[in-house]
């Protein structure tokens, strides 16, 4: 069936160094590519997304990266920050369904 | 304007027993989805309603449920509780019906089977 796979599972950084995930999905229909990022004791919150006729997004530190031939897409988090530590998931989705990677959990080390 | 709101916070059960979780979304969003998430598979989908319709579901046995109400508001139930039941169950809203929309996500109600 369909997935999505996201590397690495774990990544630690020095405070103000850039942070990046990347993602690979399967199902060549998906057409959003979702980015969420989960606290603590919380739930996962959208912090940016991209949708397949885009290659790239920024917001401020955070920009997202589309490559459909080879159905990667990656999330760039620059200049650290001690609250950018949290889990964060990318996912894929066509009009009928979202399918999340297993997650990345972010430590920044001040 | 006020975010998802799931209730009750936290649960503990026994194997067996009964559950309903309750979700109310965003005002003026329409679809509900639930998820389970589990520290090894990560966040697996129930199923979504919209317009008080069951619109999609995933691959979890009979026991999982929900409905939908005229408000919006929805409710999912476990029936006979099993360990491998204990997970954070979080609900998620949205606007309309694509799943290709932004997911509004509630804290989750952490469940505990004992």
């Known amino acids: 069936g369909e997935n999505v796979e996201q590397h690495p599972s774990t990544l630690s950084v020095q405070e103000g160094d850039s942070a990046v995930i990347k993602c690979t999905y399967s199902?060549?229909?998906?057409?959003?590519f979702p980015w969420y990022k989960q606290e603590l004791g919380k739930g996962p919150q959208l912090i940016i997304d991209i949708r397949s006729n885009v290659g790239e997004k920024k917001d401020q530190r955070i920009a997202v990266t589309l490559n459909k031939t080879a159905k990667h897409f990656s999330l760039h988090i620059t200049e650290t920050q001690p609250e950018d530590s949290a889990v964060y998931f990318c996912a894929a989705s066509t009009y009928d369904k979202v399918i999340f990677g297993p997650g990345t959990s972010l430590s920044v080390i001040p | 304007k006020a975010g998802v709101t799931q209730t009750p916070r936290y649960l503990i059960k026994t194997r067996g027993q009964q559950v309903t979780l309750s979700c109310s979304p965003i005002?003026?969003?329409?679809?509900v989805s639930w998820y389970q998430q589990t520290p090894g598979q990560g966040l697996q989908f129930l199923f979504e309603y919209f317009s008080e319709t069951q619109r999609n579901k995933g691959n979890f046995p009979g026991r999982f449920s929900g409905r939908q109400f005229s408000n919006s508001r929805s409710e999912m139930n476990v029936s006979t509780l099993e360990l491998g039941d204990s997970a954070l169950y979080l609900c998620?809203?949205?606007?309309?019906?694509?799943?290709?929309?932004?997911?509004?996500f509630g804290s989750g109600t952490q469940l505990s089977v004992l």
């Open positions: 199902d060549s229909a998906s057409n959003y």
């Open positions: 005002s003026g969003h329409r679809s």
């Open positions: 998620a809203s949205s606007v309309g019906t694509a799943q290709s929309e932004k997911l509004f």
